[in-house]
């Protein structure tokens, strides 16, 4: 009977991690954004600025609707928020459709598809780390993640496509009505463990190295959390990383034409999409392993030398190698941090938890995208802007060499405990 019931339990939890893969597929329209954006240049007019402009917008909202969503999902589990993310995701794209106004891009990309994002992509990973054991948590959120990372390779040219066969507009429109139903329906299959469940142990024969993460032992609440050195220091070397990758993700296209004056950027972007995905998963692994801060010194070293190198990559064979590069060390941030986030603060709260850290996420989307987009319309070029975040990268670097998992309890847990057994003396 304990058999069957581990065998079943096994089984749904690779149900729900496969499901969260798959919300994430649909998600995963923001990395296709630099597609959407050579388009609405071409096509109506605007500025690479103002291109930028609704997916800076949907970076920071989807960072910031992080928070309140993750304690939505701690509270009310995964199925419905999730549900409720595409329903945002794919309505919001409808309304930025409907016109050429920036504005409406804005209000509908830029706020609700961004609503959208944050609500559906804080279920997926709680729900399916809580089938496994601690020592799988890297590989699991990075396959989870890795659908995000790797819906570009499909949406890239799907949204070429519409983009050549009608126009930019409808294809907000078309892309729209097909993620609210397919995320929806794949939010279906999202669930925690019932109450008591204990994963089950990983087979003697792994053997974790000495650098391997370890868990702090304690459920750290959000307040608690935040009163931490490792909180900050997580959140700021989040925030300096990010900015390369979104960067690159946001405008590889344009610096396509521009820069190796190759019309084939989608191609590059769907490349990109791939590593980014391959990214998250190799990362979880290695990080299971080597340890967080070992494995982020080496993503963070990889892409600080990309980025100086960025500007010499002038064919576009180059270029898509740079490309696929950044997309590497970018998608092995997004299971990095989540699973250092579990290992150092628990999993009683890590909804929210995760949703404050990814915040960082969103300062990371301001300083990239937005930094790139005023370089090029300024000298139309991208160099200074490569050179800003090989310096963000290599200080991000620096932070991982203090970073430590954080004591079993802050000292107020300790006090409070400390005081009960006190009282009942």
């Given at each position: ?8 339990s ?13 919300v ?14 050579a ?22 909202v989807?960072a910031?609707?992080?928070?309140p969503?993750?304690?939505?999902v ?17 309505a ?21 598809t961004g ?7 804080s ?10 054991p ?79 993460p ?95 190198l ?28 989540p ?21 960082a ?8 995208p937005?930094v ?5 319309d ?13 310096g ?32 009942r003396?």
């Open positions: 009977m304990k058999k069957d019931t581990l065998a079943i096994a089984s749904r939890g690779w149900t729900v991690t496969f499901s969260g893969m798959g994430n597929l649909g998600l995963g329209v923001l990395y296709a954004w630099s597609v959407f954006a388009a609405l240049v071409d096509q109506l007019g605007w500025s690479k600025t103002e291109a930028a402009l609704p997916y800076t917008v949907a970076c920071v989807f910031l609707i992080m928070v969503a993750g304690k939505l701690d509270k009310y589990g995964p199925r419905w928020i999730a549900s409720l993310g595409g329903i945002f995701c794919g919001g794209l409808i309304i930025a459709g409907l016109t050429e106004s920036l504005m409406m891009a804005v209000i509908g990309f830029g706020i609700i609503i959208g994002l944050g609500l559906g992509y279920a997926p990973t709680p729900a399916a780390v809580r089938w496994f601690p020592e799988k948590r890297g590989q699991i959120a990075g396959l989870v993640v890795a659908g995000f990372g790797l819906a570009a390779l499909y949406i890239s040219p799907m949204t070429k496509a519409f983009i050549g066969i009608w126009d930019v507009k409808y294809a907000f429109f078309v892309e729209g009505l097909i993620f609210i139903v397919a995320i929806t329906a794949l939010s279906q299959l999202l669930s925690f463990p019932p109450k008591g469940y204990t994963p089950p142990a990983a087979a003697k024969k792994v053997v974790q190295s000495k650098r391997a370890v868990s702090s032992g304690y459920d750290y609440t959000p307040t608690e959390m935040m009163s931490t050195p490792q909180f900050w220091m997580l959140w700021i070397m989040f925030a300096l990383t990010a900015s390369a990758g979104l960067m690159i993700i946001g405008h590889l296209a344009k610096i396509a034409s521009i820069q190796a004056g190759v019309s084939w950027g989608y191609i590059m972007v769907a490349a990109l999409a791939l590593f980014n995905a391959g990214g998250r998963f190799v990362a979880g692994w290695l990080s299971d392993r080597l340890g967080f801060a070992t494995t982020m010194l080496l993503v963070f070293l990889l892409q600080a030398g990309n980025m100086l960025f500007s010499s990559y002038v064919t576009g064979y180059t270029l898509l190698l740079g490309g696929c590069i950044a997309g590497f060390c970018y998608g092995s941030l997004l299971s990095l941090f699973s250092a986030t579990y290992s150092f603060f628990g999993m009683k709260n890590a909804g929210v938890n995760y949703g404050l850290v990814f915040t996420w969103g300062a990371g989307s301001l300083i990239g937005l790139a987009g005023w370089m090029a300024t000298y139309n070029v991208y160099n200074n802007a490569y050179y800003i975040s090989a963000l990268l290599f200080l991000a670097a620096l932070i991982t060499l203090i970073t430590k998992v954080p004591k079993s309890a802050p000292a107020s847990a300790l006090s409070d405990a400390a005081s009960a057994i006190q009282s003396k």
